[in-house]
């Protein structure tokens, strides 16, 4: 891929977990996080920062139109983080978007947008014709993480253990905002165009981007702009993987597994068979794949034969293509375990996401503003975030205080649900710290920064920058015209195909077996030279 003029000087990087790279890509790597460097890590201090290009007028336009919506701003994230709720049942932090939006004079336009129950669409436009963005907030929490604001592991003072160890709070505020704000920018120009808020619910389970991009709702869009919480500031081309959400299950037969055990065919012995496959795959598999799975159903008592079985696993490697192979293969497995046990084996691809399209020529632009955003930290909020590294066995450096030279190509293990919009549109995607440097996502402290003025100062800079990158795309023919084409060489023919077969009649099941625990995912570092 060619570097648009002035790009940047790039990053060379190590290994990348899906918690490094969420911030970036996100899953949200997407399902996906961006973590410290090495260096970091050892409290060494951080990288150089490269010199800053001249601001634009766009970003200087941004800050004063995020400076007069900041109370609503904080008022999103603040609600949202006192209303925490893990996703397919967060519809009052949905709500508290739907209300703001409208009182800025979005329409409504879809609820249960793509018939996913926790996600809508505000549209307000201006004038004729003109590009079309979208934005792409998301507002659930996940189990377990509920936190005081305080730096130490303490109850909500609501008393609720769901919270935002994500950050979700702090995103879906900047993503809101920006539309908001951009809205004012607009009209003060009489500049054309219209604006798209995705609420994107569910994020960290049953992502509402696969549903909306399956029902073709991003397809006229021009780009679409979105950022994550993380502990630095960043963006480039980072290439997450695709995935397969699967279930298998097996159907056998109970018996006395004393008395009579001949009687009786063990779905169990099944599941364990078809595992014991996946682990001799994992020789055979290219070292881009990945295979992570977890027993939901084993049996009831061991003195009786198991006649139901369940494993619940993820598939994902560098590209659909091969990922889709992987799943071929796991589905001959099942089969196969089904026949040695003489049980009936039921293999389910319930839902995936493709690799991501990254696009350098946004990422470009958006590294520009980001360049020309103070990461500006009080020093009690250096030494709230010095307190949370201390409580976790951390270094204690504080938080980040400038932005990184551009990531360039890297390919990450973990997933997102804006992958699936990037093979649609244009997607401009950073992240920006309202954590501590060395802190995990899904994690205690994400949730109390969040809570907090460390997390409010995340949503007002994130705002500033989304703002700036769409205002860019509304009046820069060339900048929309570079963007699509970029993504149109990435693709090279390749089609969008939506992965969802999951029942939309059991909603309330669906979220139950969609649970995440906070230690799902594992954390490797990055190495920033």
């Known amino acids: 891929m060619n570097s648009p003029p002035n790009a940047p000087k790039p990053v060379a990087a190590g290994t990348f977990s899906r918690r490094d790279m969420l911030g970036i890509a996100t899953t949200a790597a997407a399902v996906a996080g961006v973590a410290l460097t090495t260096t970091q890590a050892a409290g060494q201090g951080e990288p150089k920062a490269p010199a800053k290009p001249p601001i634009r007028e766009s970003l200087k336009a941004a ?10 701003i904080i008022k999103i994230s603040r609600e949202v983080w006192d209303l925490p709720a893990v996703g397919l049942k967060e519809q009052e932090a949905m709500e508290v978007h739907i209300r703001e939006l409208e009182a800025a004079g979005f329409k409504i ?27 792409l907030p998301e507002y659930d929490a996940l189990p377990g993480l509920g936190n005081a604001a305080e730096a130490k592991v303490k109850p909500a003072a609501n008393g609720k253990t769901d919270g935002h ?6 995103l879906g505020a900047g993503c809101t905002g920006a539309a908001i704000a951009l809205k004012a920018m607009m009209e003060a120009k009489k500049t054309p165009g219209t604006l798209r808020v995705y609420g994107c619910g569910a994020e960290e389970n049953v992502g509402a981007k696969v549903f909306m991009a399956k029902a073709g709702l991003f397809d006229d869009l021009d780009a679409a702009l979105a950022w994550h919480s993380a502990p630095v500031a960043a963006t480039g081309t980072v290439i997450t993987s695709a995935n397969r959400k699967i279930r298998v299950s097996w159907k056998g037969k109970t018996a006395h597994a004393g008395n009579t055990p001949w009687d009786g065919r063990s779905a169990l012995d099944a599941a364990e068979l078809f595992a014991h496959g ?16 977890i027993y939901e159903v084993a049996g009831v008592a061991p003195n009786i034969v198991p006649d139901e079985a369940r494993i619940w696993m993820t598939a994902r490697d560098a590209t659909t293509a091969k990922v889709n192979a992987t799943v071929e293969w796991l589905g001959q497995l099942g089969e196969g375990a089904a026949l040695g046990t003489q049980t009936k084996a039921n293999f389910t691809l319930e839902i995936g996401m493709p690799e991501m399209m990254p696009n350098e020529t946004l990422a470009v632009r958006t590294l520009e503003h980001m360049q020309n955003t103070p990461l500006e930290w009080t020093a009690e909020e250096q030494s709230f975030a010095k307190a949370c590294q201390k409580a976790m066995g951390l270094k204690e450096v504080g938080m980040a205080t400038q932005t990184l030279p551009l990531i360039r190509e890297m390919k990450v293990g973990g997933s997102s649900d804006v992958a699936d919009v990037s093979w649609k549109c244009p997607v401009a995607l950073f992240g920006w710290p309202t954590l501590p440097l060395g802190v995990s996502l899904h994690s205690w402290a994400v949730t109390a920064c969040g809570g907090m003025s460390i997390g409010d100062k995340g949503s007002l800079a994130s705002a500033e920058i989304l703002a700036a990158v769409g205002y860019d795309l509304l009046t820069e023919p060339d900048l929309r015209k570079a963007a699509k084409e970029e993504l149109t060489k990435r693709l090279d023919g390749r089609k969008y195909q939506a992965v969802q077969n999951i029942d939309p009649k059991s909603w309330d099941e669906t979220a139950k077996r969609f649970g995440k625990s906070p230690g799902e995912e594992i954390v490797t570092d990055i190495e920033w030279k």
Do not use: D
């Open 63 to 72: 800050q004063a139109a995020v400076k007069a919506v900041e109370k609503t």
């Open 278 to 293: 996946v682990n001799l795959m994992r020789e055979h598999v290219e070292p881009t794949a990945r295979m992570h799975y």
């Open 165 to 170: 160890g994500c950050g979700h709070n702090c």
């Open 109 to 135: 336009t879809a609820r249960k947008a793509g018939g996913h129950p926790t996600a809508f669409i505000a549209e307000w436009s201006q004038g004729m014709g003109g590009p079309k963005l979208g934005f």
